[in-house]
């Protein structure tokens, strides 16, 4: 599993909700999204630890 596919489905979902900075989804999406971009190597180091646990087999990754 590569980081880059889950910010993906998280900028997906970042970007089906109306951009409304008064609304806690949005901000919620918007700043964890900011975040893990920024953050992108730790995020991988994660995900690789993850997958290595069995997290995403059943996505199809981490066989």
């Given at each position: 599993?590569?980081?880059?596919t889950l910010l993906?489905e998280l900028n997906?979902?970042r970007q089906d909700?109306?951009?409304?900075?008064?609304?806690?989804?949005?901000?919620?999406?918007?700043?964890?999204?900011?975040?893990?971009?920024?953050?992108?190597?730790?995020?991988?180091?994660?995900?690789?630890?993850?997958?290595?646990?069995?997290?995403?087999?059943?996505?199809?990754?981490?066989?």
């Open positions: 599993m590569k980081a880059e993906a997906r979902l909700v109306p951009k409304d900075p008064s609304d806690i989804e949005w901000l919620t999406l918007h700043h964890v999204f900011c975040f893990v971009s920024y953050k992108m190597g730790d995020f991988q180091k994660y995900v690789s630890e993850e997958a290595a646990k069995g997290a995403f087999k059943e996505f199809g990754e981490g066989k």
